[in-house]
Every structure is written in C-alpha cells, then in structure tokens.
C-alpha cells in the first residue's frame, strides 16, 4: 500500500497547450502509427511478386515468343486472379482499418491541468498520463503519482505476479494496471519505446501462423521442387521426339509445366480470408489477425468469463443488510466513503456509488472521509480505505469485498450468502479490520457490518449464444472470480449444462492432469483468480482441446494470451484488447457464432476446393512422367489445360470457396487434402494417357495430333468434372446448377467451330470419342469407388 503522494501544482498540471505544439514540432511525438492492415503497396507486391507469378510469367514470355497467344491463355487467367485477390485484400483493409479507430487506445493525458482523451500518436515526450485499472502503459515513462498502483509487467517479462510502483518508479510500454492508480511522465516515445514494435505488431493485418497457410506452403515447395527435374525431362523428351520443330517441343513442354502450378490456391486462400474479415466487420468484430478466424473455427472449448460476456456489466444494489447491530446511517456512509475513495471503480463497485453517492451522505458531526486506499485486486477479491472523521479525529479502516474470503469457513453469514447466491445474486461484504492496510494479513480477522447485495443484468442473447456452441459440440465453461454458488445460478438461467454441479476454484487439484480432468466434466467455476485462469486453459490445452477465453477485464489477461484464441470486449480494458486476436467491438457475446461460423466457412470451404487444383498438380506430374518415359509427343498444349482448369477448378472453386459451409474444422490439413488428391490424380491421370496410346494407334495422317489430343482432353474432362461432383456435395440446386453448366460450357466448345480452332479441339469420327467416353466412364467409376473407401477410413 502506497500513500496517496502529493505532487506540486506545475507537476499535476502536466503540460501546456504551447509546450505541447512545441514538442511535436520537434518531432517529440508518439508517432508510430497503429497498423491494422498492410499497405496499399504491401498488398500489390503481395499479390503481384510471388514465387508462381514468376514462374508462370517466365512461362507466358516463353510462349509469347513462340506463339500462338492462345497457347498463353494461363497469363491472362494470372492477371486476372492476381487483380481479384489485391480488390478483396484492398476491402478486407479498408474494413480493418475503419474498425481499428474505432477499437483504438484512447490514454488519458493532463494537459492545461485538465484530463483529456487523446489518441496514442497524440501523445507528446514529456505528457502527463493518467492510470487506472486496465489501462495499458502505451509508452515508456516514470511514475510521478501513485495510489496503490500495481503494475503487471507479464507480457514483457514473463513475470505473472504484479509490481507495486511508487513515484520515481520505470514503467515499461507494453505493461497493465491491475490495482491501483496514479500518472506517470512520458519518457520515451515513438520507436524509442520498448514495447513500440510488439504494440505494432499486435495489432497488423497478418497472413502467418495458420495450419492451412504453412500446408499449403509446404506442399507448394515439393511441387516447386518436382517441376525442375519434370521440366528438364519434357524438354529433352520433346526435342527428341519432335526432331528439329522445337517450338512445338517449347509448347508442349510448357503445356506440361503449367497444370502442375496451383496458383490459384493461395489467391483464393486470401480471397476467402479477406472476404471473412469483409464479412466479420460488418458486425462489428474486428479480426487483429487473419488466423484467427481459422482458429476460433477449430476451438472446441470456449471459456467465457461471466461478467461482461453473460451478464452486462452494469449492477444494481437490491438490498442492504446491516449486520451485528451495526448503524445503518453509519454504514451507508462508509460505503460512500469507499466509492469516492475509488477514482476507477469497478462494475460491483459503481453499483455501491449510484445506491450511496458521497454528495447525499449525511453529513452529522462524524461524516467518514477517506485517507488511504487498498485499490481492488482480483487477486485477493476485496478492496480498503482508511477512513477519518471530521471533528473528533477517529479513524476506523475498512473492507469491502467477497465475503467467503474476507469470512472465515463455516461462519453463520455464509450459509446466508450462498442462498442468495444460489438465486444469482452477488453479495459484497462490509467489514471493519484493526489491521493496517498495508498488512499482508488485513483480512485475518474482520467485524462483517454489513452485507450488500447486488442483482447482474443478463444479456439477451447470452442463452441462444451457449445454445449454439451446444449444437456445434463446443464446450462452454463458465469461469468467473464470483461465488461458485452465484455463478452457478447466472448460467442455470441460462440453461447451461453442468450448472447445477458449480465447483469452487480454490478446491481444484494443482496438477494439469487432475485439473482438465475436473474442468472437462465441469462447466461452471467460481473463486477464480487470473493465475488460476491461465493454468485452467493450459490445463485443456494439455488434454487435446483447442481453447477460446473471452473477457474484457485485466484479470482475464493472462488467459487470453495463452488461449489458442483470444476474445476480448470492445469496451474491455486496453490491455485485454492489446493481447485479443478477436475483438468484439460492440460488446455483443452473440457476435462469437457468426465469427465461428465464418471460420468454418473459410476453413471447410479452402479445405473441398484444395482437393481440385491438387488433383490437377497430381495428374500433370504423373502425365508428364508416363510422356517422358513412353518417348511420345505430351498430349496437351497450353491452351487445353488452361480451359480444363477454368472449367473444372478456376471457377466452380471461387463459388465453393464463398459458400455456406458448417462442417467442424479439422486438424491435418495437408494428411486430409492430399489422402483425396492422391488417388484421384493418379486415377484421371492413368485414364488420360490410356486414351492418348489408344487414340495414337487409332488415328493416322494429317491432323491425327489434333484428334488424339481431343481425344485424350475429352476423357481428363469427363474424369475432372466427376471428381468435380464430389467436392460439391452435399448437393443443393446452385451446387448442381454449377456442376451442369461447367458441362455445357465444354460443350459449347466442342460444338462451335470458331472455338474449335481457338482451342485446337476437334472430335474425329465416332470410334475415337465414344472409346475416350468408355474410358472415362471407367475411370469415374473406380473415382467414385476410391472416395467411398477414403472417406470411411479415418485421417
């Protein structure tokens, strides 16, 4: 406990309106600017400078010297994808970027001797800046007031336990308030803070850290690596096989290289990722980073904290019960001391100053005023003020707090707490101590004087949000730093199961195995401190489950961190919102569904549609192999391939990609993708090349080139689109309307003429096709037999 410290009047004041224009005209300014999103220019060179641009670039060049252009239809298709994935991050960053004001910082400074609000970039060297409960230091700088502030340095230090701070004390950037008040002088500002990058990097629009980016990266690098030796093979091949017309040779090499690249996978990624954050936004939810959504979409266990997330935060006092033949008219008094003792008060708190405000206390000859301060600490759940009174120089200290740890076990007002407890009512304890407030055993032994009961407002939609993850398998538990007993009774409002059996957190097992054990056959948990929130989600976390908390107070920081996702309130404290991978700017715990449903949508969807340009990559390299090997001419031009993978992949999977989708995520990405890839390119492959001998022994002469590739892209199409209609089920009428009109699509092609000599496509006779059809209906056949046993065997 610190005394509150007096400070002189030019000190307090903070600075002028003149010193600060002064200094920010020297550049003494906070100003790193809080990204939310890439650049404008970040996002071009993201999505135009990639390892697949350039490779395909170099491949378009290659055939715009060889011609034809048509044969460079693949450079077109890049440039237009490349276009649609820098319009949608442009949208995603706008969204962010509007949302990120909103969600911003706003430090309380002294300026002219009056308190302002002003953005962190605002903030000038030299800046008075105020303290409280939940604030986050936003720069670096030296305590010049103090009133029991405690200064919780984890994020930077590692060190869980709080750092009571006097005047003349560092403070470090990056840091939170967990008791406590007071200012502090900004020392370093701008880059010169030590926390400036980690704060810049808390809030960037980022695309890093997620199952289905490292997957995908990792299977592009394999293909990357197989396309030089597969390149050089086809090369070699078709100079051989061509003779000395080594354009055609280029051609179809080229024509063998390009399927190989599934360049619109990663597009579509963030094409689906940026259209989520779109989508979030418009609801107010504020995605801090891109994974998140994928994360929350595989969380099975979301841990809520009952005040701010279930209840509102605003209380009412009900009831006054005065105890021991206490004075009511004394009592009343002392708690509005205890009030105005509080600069910051709490939600429990503020209820006790709206029902006792300090102006309308009766002011007879002993009126209590407040000398010293214990500030609230959720670690030890109760607060403390000296009081004196005027006139007669006695001084009483007191204590207001959770009554089953201010009171020992088994006292007689217990069994009275825990029945209003038991009807959702929280009770605070008021009780005189003989102790100094600064004795770490002030709560030893206390006079109880009063209890004061307080009802929590419940939020609407809280019972239809728990209903929901119910339906979804998501686990919702319930912790909370309340009576076990009270908490219980809020979430057996709202239907929650298990809240008839709540569990005190100070009777939980400390081992982790002991304690997931309790916490999953558990739901509802009271007398939780913040330590406590930490270990119970790592404690999950070592059982298998991929656990989301939600809070808004600076006890729940700690647990937000480690959690695999973070939600914080909007209206939470800075630090909850600095640590938070997912803030809920309009305070509604109803929003959660929908981002949970966004990331299913993202991650189930990128999941069906990567098993189309993956089958594409196996079957071009297995075709190349099979061309190589044979010593024939590769049966396809560019052109061919290009329309094949517009028809069957390019644009059934952007529809795919943005479809309702509320499949459960699944861990194994690339285990899961390529189990279905696999088999079905090997198998469209192998058909392709049994039509393509077929068809060479079958046709002769001139244009037999032009009938045994039509013959051979006839069968990989019909094969493609029936590996096309098992991604897209289940089916709905727009899953079949597309499947059909990728179909007559193709058609048109083979039955227009001027297409056919575009796309160098014609059907000779009636033999050749309908083999190539026999074929690919075999081929089908064994496709549609090797998903039923695929997807009956587990990943």
């Given at each position: 406990?610190?005394?509150?410290?007096?400070?002189?009047?030019?000190?307090?004041?903070?600075?002028?309106?003149?010193?600060?224009?002064?200094?920010?005209?020297?550049?003494?300014?906070?100003?790193?600017?809080?990204?939310?999103?890439?650049?404008?220019?970040?996002?071009?060179?993201?999505?135009?400078?990639t390892?697949?641009?350039?490779?395909?670039?170099?491949?378009?060049?290659?055939?715009?010297?060889?011609?034809?252009?048509?044969?460079?239809?693949?450079?077109?298709?890049?440039?237009?994808?490349?276009?649609?994935?820098?319009?949608?991050?442009?949208?995603?960053?706008?969204?962010?970027?509007?949302?990120?004001?909103?969600?911003?910082?706003?430090?309380?400074?002294?300026?002219?001797?009056?308190?302002?609000?002003?953005?962190?970039?605002?903030?000038?060297?030299?800046?008075?800046?105020?303290?409280?409960?939940?604030?986050?230091?936003?720069?670096?700088?030296?305590?010049?007031?103090?009133?029991?502030?405690?200064?919780?340095?984890?994020?930077?230090?590692?060190?869980?336990?709080?750092?009571?701070?006097?005047?003349?004390?560092?403070?470090?950037?990056?840091?939170?308030?967990?008791?406590?008040?007071?200012?502090?002088?900004?020392?370093?500002?701008?880059?010169?803070?030590y926390?400036?990058?980690l704060?810049?990097?808390?809030?960037r629009?980022?695309?890093?850290?997620?199952?289905?980016?490292?997957?995908?990266?990792?299977?592009l690098?394999?293909?990357?690596?197989?396309?030089?030796?597969?390149?050089?093979?086809?090369?070699?091949?078709?100079?051989?096989?061509?003779?000395?017309?080594?354009?055609?040779?280029?051609?179809?090499?080229?024509?063998?290289i390009?399927?190989?690249?599934?360049?619109?996978?990663?597009?579509?990624?963030?094409?689906?990722?940026?259209?989520?954050?779109?989508?979030?936004?418009?609801?107010?939810?504020?995605?801090?980073?891109?994974?998140?959504?994928?994360?929350?979409?595989?969380?099975?266990?979301?841990?809520?904290?009952?005040?701010?997330?279930?209840?509102e935060?605003g209380?009412?006092?009900?009831?006054?019960?005065?105890?021991?033949?206490?004075?009511?008219?004394?009592?009343?008094?002392?708690?509005?001391?205890?009030?105005?003792?509080?600069p910051?008060?709490?939600?429990?708190?503020?209820?006790?100053?709206?029902?006792?405000?300090a102006?309308?206390?009766?002011?007879?000859?002993?009126?209590?005023?407040?000398?010293?301060?214990?500030?609230?600490?959720?670690?030890?759940?109760?607060?403390?003020?000296?009081?004196?009174?005027?006139?007669?120089?006695?001084?009483?200290?007191?204590?207001?707090?959770?009554?089953?740890?201010?009171?020992?076990?088994?006292?007689?007002?217990?069994?009275?707490?825990?029945?209003?407890?038991?009807?959702?009512?929280?009770?605070?304890?008021?009780?005189?101590?003989?102790?100094?407030?600064?004795?770490?055993?002030?709560?030893?032994?206390?006079?109880?004087?009063?209890?004061v009961?307080?009802?929590?407002?419940?939020?609407?939609?809280?019972?239809?949000?728990?209903?929901?993850?119910?339906?979804?398998?998501?686990?919702?538990?319930?912790?909370?730093?309340?009576?076990?007993?009270?908490?219980?009774?809020?979430?057996?409002?709202?239907?929650?199961?298990?809240?008839?059996?709540?569990?005190?957190?100070?009777?939980?097992?400390?081992?982790?195995?002991?304690?997931?054990?309790?916490?999953?056959?558990?739901?509802?948990?009271?007398?939780?401190?913040?330590?406590?929130?930490?270990?119970?989600?790592?404690?999950?976390?070592?059982?298998?489950?991929?656990?989301?908390?939600?809070?808004?107070?600076?006890n729940?920081?700690?647990?937000?961190?480690?959690?695999?996702?973070?939600?914080?309130?909007?209206?939470?404290?800075?630090?909850?919102?600095?640590?938070?991978?997912?803030?809920?700017?309009?305070?509604?715990?109803?929003?959660?569904?929908?981002?949970?449903?966004?990331?299913r949508?993202?991650?189930?969807?990128?999941?069906?549609?990567?098993?189309?340009?993956?089958?594409?990559?196996?079957?071009?390299?297995?075709?190349?192999?099979?061309?190589?090997?044979?010593?024939?001419?590769?049966?396809?031009?560019?052109?061919?391939?290009?329309?094949?993978?517009?028809?069957?992949?390019?644009?059934?999977?952007?529809?795919?990609?943005?479809?309702?989708?509320?499949?459960?995520?699944?861990?194994?990405?690339?285990?899961?993708?390529?189990?279905?890839?696999?088999?079905m390119g090997?198998?469209?492959?192998?058909?392709?090349?049994?039509?393509?001998?077929?068809?060479?022994?079958?046709?002769?002469?001139?244009?037999?080139?032009?009938?045994?590739?039509?013959?051979?892209?006839?069968?990989?199409?019909?094969?493609?689109?029936?590996?096309?209609?098992?991604?897209?089920?289940?089916?709905?009428?727009?899953?079949?309307?597309?499947?059909?009109a990728?179909?007559?699509?193709?058609?048109?092609?083979?039955?227009?003429?001027?297409?056919?000599?575009?796309?160098?496509?014609?059907?000779?006779g009636?033999?050749?096709?309908?083999?190539?059809?026999?074929?690919?209906?075999?081929?089908?056949?064994?496709?549609?037999?090797?998903?039923?046993?695929?997807?009956?065997?587990?990943?």
């Amino acid at each position: 406990m610190t005394d509150r410290v007096a400070t002189s009047p030019a000190r307090a004041q903070g600075l002028t309106s003149a010193e600060v224009a002064d200094r920010t005209a020297r550049g003494e300014v906070n100003d790193i600017p809080v990204r939310s999103s890439r650049s404008a220019a970040d996002i071009v060179r993201g999505n135009v400078f990639t390892r697949f641009n350039a490779i395909l670039g170099v491949l378009f060049l290659i055939i715009v010297a060889v011609g034809p252009i048509q044969d460079g239809l693949f450079g077109f298709v890049i440039v237009a994808n490349t276009a649609i994935g820098i319009v949608q991050e442009l949208r995603a960053k706008k969204t962010l970027d509007s949302l990120a004001v909103v969600g911003e910082a706003r430090p309380t400074v002294r300026r002219d001797g009056r308190a302002t609000e002003v953005v962190t970039s605002a903030i000038v060297l030299g800046d008075l800046i105020e303290l409280g409960p939940g604030d986050k230091v936003v720069v670096d700088g030296e305590v010049a007031e103090a009133d029991g502030l405690e200064i919780d340095e984890s994020l930077l230090t590692g060190e869980a336990d709080p750092v009571l701070k006097k005047p003349g004390d560092e403070v470090m950037s990056g840091s939170f308030v967990v008791a406590g008040g007071g200012a502090f002088t900004a020392t370093k500002v701008g880059r010169g803070a030590y926390a400036a990058q980690l704060a810049e990097e808390a809030s960037r629009f980022t695309l890093v850290h997620s199952e289905l980016r490292g997957g995908v990266s990792q299977i592009l690098k394999y293909v990357t690596w197989m396309m030089i030796p597969v390149a050089v093979g086809l090369i070699a091949s078709q100079l051989y096989v061509e003779g000395n017309d080594w354009r055609e040779a280029v051609r179809r090499m080229v024509g063998g290289i390009v399927p190989m690249v599934p360049e619109g996978l990663v597009l579509l990624m963030s094409v689906a990722f940026a259209i989520g954050v779109v989508r979030l936004g418009r609801k107010q939810c504020l995605v801090q980073e891109l994974p998140a959504i994928e994360g929350l979409a595989r969380v099975d266990t979301v841990c809520l904290d009952k005040t701010g997330t279930l209840t509102e935060g605003g209380m009412d006092v009900t009831e006054l019960r005065v105890l021991d033949g206490a004075d009511e008219t004394h009592v009343r008094g002392v708690l509005a001391a205890l009030g105005a003792a509080d600069p910051r008060p709490n939600a429990s708190l503020q209820a006790v100053i709206d029902a006792y405000p300090a102006d309308a206390a009766d002011d007879g000859a002993a009126s209590p005023r407040y000398v010293d301060v214990l500030p609230f600490s959720s670690a030890r759940k109760y607060s403390g003020a000296a009081l004196s009174y005027d006139g007669d120089g006695r001084g009483e200290h007191w204590l207001l707090g959770a009554p089953d740890v201010l009171l020992p076990a088994g006292h007689p007002e217990l069994a009275e707490v825990d029945e209003r407890g038991a009807r959702g009512l929280r009770v605070l304890l008021l009780a005189r101590t003989e102790r100094a407030l600064d004795d770490p055993e002030v709560a030893a032994s206390v006079e109880p004087a009063a209890l004061v009961v307080l009802e929590q407002r419940l939020r609407e939609d809280a019972g239809e949000t728990l209903r929901y993850f119910a339906q979804q398998d998501v686990a919702a538990k319930v912790i909370s730093g309340d009576n076990a007993v009270s908490v219980g009774a809020v979430a057996a409002k709202l239907s929650l199961p298990g809240s008839e059996r709540p569990v005190d957190a100070r009777e939980l097992p400390r081992e982790p195995e002991r304690m997931g054990q309790v916490l999953e056959d558990g739901s509802v948990f009271g007398r939780v401190t913040p330590q406590q929130k930490r270990d119970m989600v790592g404690a999950l976390q070592s059982r298998g489950h991929n656990v989301a908390m939600t809070g808004d107070g600076v006890n729940d920081v700690l647990a937000l961190k480690d959690a695999d996702i973070g939600v914080s309130m909007g209206s939470g404290s800075e630090a909850t919102r600095a640590v938070a991978q997912i803030v809920l700017l309009d305070n509604s715990f109803a929003t959660l569904p929908s981002v949970v449903a966004e990331g299913r949508r993202v991650i189930g969807n990128i999941t069906r549609v990567s098993t189309l340009f993956l089958t594409k990559t196996v079957y071009s390299v297995l075709l190349a192999l099979l061309v190589v090997i044979w010593r024939v001419p590769y049966p396809f031009l560019p052109r061919h391939l290009t329309l094949l993978s517009t028809l069957t992949i390019g644009v059934p999977s952007f529809f795919l990609a943005l479809a309702p989708n509320t499949e459960r995520a699944q861990p194994h990405f690339v285990r899961r993708v390529m189990r279905f890839a696999v088999p079905m390119g090997i198998i469209a492959g192998a058909a392709t090349f049994v039509t393509y001998i077929v068809a060479r022994h079958h046709y002769g002469g001139a244009g037999a080139r032009e009938a045994e590739t039509s013959a051979a892209t006839l069968t990989l199409f019909l094969i493609s689109m029936w590996v096309l209609a098992i991604v897209a089920r289940p089916y709905t009428w727009w899953r079949i309307a597309l499947v059909l009109a990728m179909g007559a699509a193709f058609l048109v092609v083979l039955v227009t003429p001027s297409l056919q000599a575009f796309f160098a496509l014609r059907l000779v006779g009636t033999e050749g096709p309908w083999t190539a059809v026999g074929i690919a209906v075999i081929g089908s056949l064994v496709v549609e037999g090797a998903w039923q046993v695929i997807k009956r065997r587990p990943v």
